[in-house]
């Protein structure tokens, strides 16, 4: 279930422009959206974004 309180939105450090990339840890998983449209986000479970933070570190993504 995603909690709707109102969650506390981090962006990074290097965002310069409005066109970022959002985070917010819920109770039940983490919320993903971007600057340009925040009415939407998408929910992650714990698992989920485990697996996604362990693909970064292994370097599964190629960022070029």
Known sequence: MIDRAEPEWRRARRCAT???VEV???ESGYLVRGTADPEHALYFSEAEWAAFIA???DGDFSFE
Do not use: K, P, R, W
């Open 55 to 57: 693909g970064i570190q």
């Open 18 to 20: 409005n066109a970022c």
């Open 24 to 26: 917010a840890q819920v």
